[in-house]
């Protein structure tokens, strides 16, 4: 098992510039979020899903588009980048049941 | 939103018990306590959740106060590995169970 893999790991953006995060995981799980984290602070949840074709805004989803076609993946579509947006992005999964969440690696992003 | 308060900081020797605490006033009957921890660079860890009744796992223990307002992270036999920070969440029933992360309480581990 991979668990949940994201790319990149990292990535300068000019501002006014688009790109799209991957994350995937390999453990059918029908739960997957978006959280990005600031230094120094705690995660803020941006986008989130309950399974394939379901998805929902957490706390700070400006800015940002999800999609979600396929169990195994969650991609997080960022539009017109702005140095706001600078953060460290993680992917995460989990089953629904017991709430317990399986992050990946995160991708750190820069945008000047 | 749900809240919980922990302490900024807090410093061990290694395999000594840790004690990390933390409190969630506003927690209602039915959203579930969550540790979990964030190694330097990486995603955060899973470590426990629990309910009502104190709850065991090979990572750690977590004691939970009768009347839910607080709860305490414990590990047994701190190692350097340990050195983290440590979130305290509980997740929000009302709202999909959404995870609503704090600050977190960064653990030093001294060899």
């Known amino acids: 098992n991979a668990g949940v893999t994201q790319t990149p790991k990292f990535r300068i953006l000019k501002i006014g510039q688009s790109m799209t995060l991957q994350c995937t995981q390999d453990m059918n799980h029908n739960y997957m979020y978006w959280y990005r984290q600031d230094p120094g602070m705690g995660l803020k949840l941006i986008y989130y899903s309950v399974g394939a074709g379901i998805t929902d805004k957490g706390e700070v989803p400006n800015g940002y588009n999800v999609s979600r076609s396929t169990t195994e993946d969650f991609p997080l579509r960022l539009e017109l980048a702005a140095p706001s947006q600078t953060s460290v992005y993680f992917c995460?999964?989990?089953?629904?049941?017991?709430?317990?969440?399986?992050f990946g690696p995160g991708t750190r992003l820069t945008v000047t | 939103d749900a809240k919980t308060t922990q302490p900024n900081s807090m410093e061990s020797n290694e395999e000594e018990p840790v004690h990390l605490p933390c409190n969630h006033s506003?927690?209602?009957?039915?959203?579930?306590i969550h540790w979990y921890r964030q190694l330097p660079s990486q995603g955060p860890e899973y470590v426990i959740h629990g309910l009502t009744s104190n709850v065991n796992n090979r990572m750690a223990s977590l004691a939970i106060a009768e009347d839910r307002k607080s709860s305490t992270l414990i590990l047994h036999r701190a190692t350097l590995r340990d050195a983290a920070v440590y979130y305290c969440i509980h997740d929000n029933a009302g709202n999909n169970r959404k995870l609503i992360w704090g600050l977190g309480t960064s653990l030093a581990v001294n060899p």
């Open positions: 506003t927690i209602s009957g039915t959203d579930y």
């Open positions: 995460a999964s989990g089953t629904g049941t017991t709430y317990e969440q399986y």
